[in-house]
């Protein structure tokens, strides 16, 4: 392969997610193998545009394969939505010989990202990192697989003593704007009924089908509700339920951020590490301006303007198919 690219940087941003440290480890490898000069930089967009930049040998990313979070650390930058804050970005990456980057993370981070790419000339190459699996051009994003397994694991646990108590749990995990998580974590835990932002629920429904539960001489149930469902969070889900509904003895609980750390599962990986590699070859290859994906097991790239704005849904049939399972 040959190209007029040197240095790279790689940086994460955005909320991290299980597995990106895989992702870096990939870049670097890849990127050495090349034999080009690859930088990371601290806290994403911030890092960029205060001038922190670090190099990245071989060894420096040994030994990170199985960790969470990300070793590069991440942030969600205010001055970068700035057009000022992305020239002095521009700046920095002009002033240490940076001739293209490769950006780890999901909505806000390719948002961001494109525009940048658009004012200045430099490649870049996006490599989808978010536990929301909300980007379309790929199957799955790096993390949703860790999510989902970390999800499920609390909800067995809730299961447990739901069960031992004979009570109504509703159960939040994340998803501000996308259902993926909760859908899965529903299916996957065989929870009674999942709430997603993509769909306008009706609390009346709700009621109506724990009835046919109740009627059914069910003992306990679960409810999973995604933070960004259209009625409201686990919380008010639940107090207008016990309003309306109290055959049940109800709780909440809430999973919150145990869903972006941990070790990553050999899932999310294999996707990282297979993604990684895939970003350094499409730069080399001239590539630009695309989110490298795998889309029915194989490298896709789309643009990063598609990637964001392309609405990715979870399939609605599945929600039905959900709550048949669960009766
Ligand atoms: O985008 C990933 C995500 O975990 C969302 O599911 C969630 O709504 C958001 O980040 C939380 O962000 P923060 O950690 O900044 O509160």
Known sequence: MSSDIKRIAVFTSGGDAPGMNAAIRAVVRTATFHDLHIYGINRGYDGMIKCQFKRLERKDVGNIIHRGGTILKTARSMEFMTKEGRKTAYESLVASDIDACIAIGGNGTFTGADIFSKEHNIPFIGIPGTIDNDLAGTDYTIGFDTAINTAVEA???????????????????????????????????GAGSILIPEREGNVDDLINHLKIGARRKKLFSLVIVAE???????????????????????????IGHLQRGGS?????RV?????????????????TNVMVGEMNNKISYTPLAKAIKTPKAPESDLLRMAEILAM
């Open 155 to 189: 909800v067995d646990k809730i299961r447990d003593t739901a069960d031992s108590h004979n009570r109504l749990f509703f159960v939040e995990v994340m998803g501000r704007d996308s259902g993926f998580i909760a859908l899965n974590t529903g299916i996957g835990s």
């Open 228 to 254: 960004g469902n259209p009625g409201g969070g686990a919380m008010k889900i639940a107090e207008e339920v016990k309003n309306k509904f109290d055959h049940y003895d109800t709780k909440v609980a809430i």
């Open 264 to 268: 990553p599962t050999a899932a999310d």
């Open 271 to 287: 996707l990282a590490s297979r993604l990684g590699f895939a970003a350094v070859e499409a730069l080399l290859a001239g590539k």
